[in-house]
Structures are given as structure tokens and as C-alpha cells.
């Protein structure tokens, strides 16, 4: 296989098949972010990537998903990104999951027409990086949306069949913001109404301008247990209606798995255990954690 490195993928999405279509982030620009820093965003040509569907198809014919990277497939052109899906399912028959990383900026615009012929032809999934629900932490992290852009995104999503699997980022809005991230977020994430909604933990990377941010004094990151607390007040002003809420990453400080609104109390009570310790381990700095 031919990558452009470095690659990134959904952690559910390790087990995929992963066949770059676009290079980098068409937006790159938010504030707390380095993953595509180094790359020039770029949409490779149907040869390229039918070229590396052919090889992939080679040295690994029966991959049970195949995720469609880099960080925004979905704003390929609709003819495009079905030429591509369909050359996937031609190649794996078998495959279970196509998938993609998709940004509300470039969903909103969409037709849900186009959407419709991306889930007809294999599109099952996408991953959409939320990060906050409130306005002022969104424009301070220089994301270029509002929570109404993710609320019009999602709505497309939904309408057109697709599932949607969305990101908040706990600890975005610091120590000053931390409520009106969680608040925010809740509100926003309860007008989408997503199946899946994962949490990941803010972790400060030297490169990137919220780093430096940091080490000005200008942000104030939050402490595990105030990343807890944070993440019971997000839970606790939920609304949504049969989604699966996941704290499955390596940076995050609690593993939370439930399915919403069933699970809700339950996964409050586990915060609230943690919180009730005089110094819980789990909530310590760690000097090893990453996105």
C-alpha cells in the first residue's frame, strides 16, 4: 500500500482496511489540532486510489470494513466518492462497513440527494469531529462552524440513511469554559441526535497553537477530576434518543460504555464513585496519553 504519512483512523476503525482518498484536512486550521500540520490538503485522482484498492485487494482480499481516509473524505465530489465506493465493493465483496471522516463545514452544503447515492452505494458511516457545542469555544479553537452548522450537517446525515458517529472533545473549553462546553455540547448533541457520541480528552501538543496558548497563560487545561465533572454534566443534560455513548480512547481518564437514555443513571453513578474518592488514581496527570 502506498500512504502519505502520517494516517489516522477512528480507534473502532482498527481492524479496517484503511485506503487514502484525500490527503490532509481541505480546513487545518483548528486550534488544539496537529494531526495534518504537515500536509497539503489534496484529493487524490480515481487512478491513484483505484490503483491502491487493486493492490490492497491483493495482500488483503477480505477486509470485514474499510474506512476512507484522510480527515475529510466526504468532501470529495459525489461522482467521485461513488466511483470510489463502488470499486471498494466490487473488490471486497464481503465488506461490511465503508466509512469516513466528515466535517459539518463540508456536510452542510451538501445535497442529501448526494448523500442518499453515497449510502446506496456503500457508505455506511460517518465520523464527525463536533468537539464543542458552544459557539464562543468553537470560534476561539478556530473550527469554522457553529453548533447550527452540525445541527444542518447531522440532519443531512440522518436524512440520507447514513449513521453518524460524533466526537466532543472534554476539556476544550478549559477551566473558564468547562460548564458551557458541557452545557453546549449536550444541547447541541440532543438537536443532532447521533447513534454514536465518543469522548476523547483534550491533550495539549507542543506545535500547535493551543499549546502555545497554554504556555502563555492564555488556557488553563482542565484536571482529570474536573474533566469528570465535565464530562457527568455533558451526560446528565442529555436528550438523546438511542444513541451509544463511548469514552474509548487511550487520552481519556474514565472508560464509559452505554447505550442512551437507558444507561444514563448508571454512568453518572460510575463518575460519581470516582468523584467520591479523596484522590483517585484514575484522575491523575498522566505523562504518556495521546490522540
Known amino acids: ?40 490538503y489534496r484529493v487524490r485522482s480515481r487512478e491513484e486510489i483505484e490503483k491502491d484498492i487493486e493492490m490492497a485487494g491483493r495482500m488483503w482480499p477480505d477486509p470485514p470494513s474499510v474506512f476512507l481516509a484522510d480527515g475529510n473524505s466526504i468532501a470529495m465530489r459525489a461522482d467521485d466518492m461513488v466511483a470510489v465506493l463502488d470499486r471498494v465493493s466490487e473488490t471486497f465483496p464481503g465488506v461490511e462497513r465503508i466509512s469516513c471522516y466528515g466535517g459539518a463545514r463540508f456536510l452542510r452544503g451538501r445535497k442529501v440527494s448526494d448523500l442518499e447515492r453515497l449510502r446506496e452505494h456503500g457508505l455506511k458511516i460517518i465520523y464527525m469531529g463536533l468537539e464543542s457545542g458552544d459557539d464562543e469555544v468553537l470560534r476561539r479553537v478556530r473550527k469554522g462552524v457553529t453548533a447550527d452548522d452540525y445541527v444542518r450537517a447531522a440532519g443531512k ?13 472534554a476539556g476544550l473549553g478549559g477551566r473558564k469554559r468547562t460548564r458551557e462546553h458541557a452545557s453546549g455540547s449536550a444541547r447541541t448533541l440532543n438537536r443532532m441526535n447521533p447513534e454514536f457520541i465518543r469522548i476523547r480528552t483534550l491533550v495539549l501538543m507542543p506545535g500547535v497553537p493551543l499549546f502555545e496558548q497554554y504556555r502563555e497563560g492564555e488556557f488553563e487545561e482542565c484536571s482529570g477530576r474536573e474533566i469528570a465533572v465535565e464530562t457527568r454534566l455533558l451526560l446528565e443534560n442529555l436528550e438523546v434518543t438511542d444513541a451509544m455513548f463511548l469514552s474509548d480512547h487511550v487520552s481519556n481518564y474514565l472508560p464509559l460504555y452505554g447505550k442512551l437514555p437507558g444507561d444514563k443513571d448508571g454512568m453518572m453513578a460510575a463518575i460519581d464513585r470516582v468523584l467520591d474518592q479523596p484522590d483517585p488514581s484514575m484522575l491523575k496527570p498522566r505523562t504518556i496519553r495521546s490522540l
Open 1 to 40: 500500500m502506498r500512504y502519505e504519512e502520517p494516517v489516522f483512523r477512528p480507534p473502532c476503525e482498527a481492524g479496517s482496511l484503511i485506503i487514502q482518498t484525500t490527503i490532509g484536512c481541505p480546513h487545518n486550521k483548528c486550534t488544539f489540532c496537529g494531526m495534518y500540520k504537515g500536509k497539503k
Open 157 to 169: 446525515v440522518k436524512d440520507a440513511g447514513i449513521e453518524l458517529s460524533t466526537y466532543v472533545l
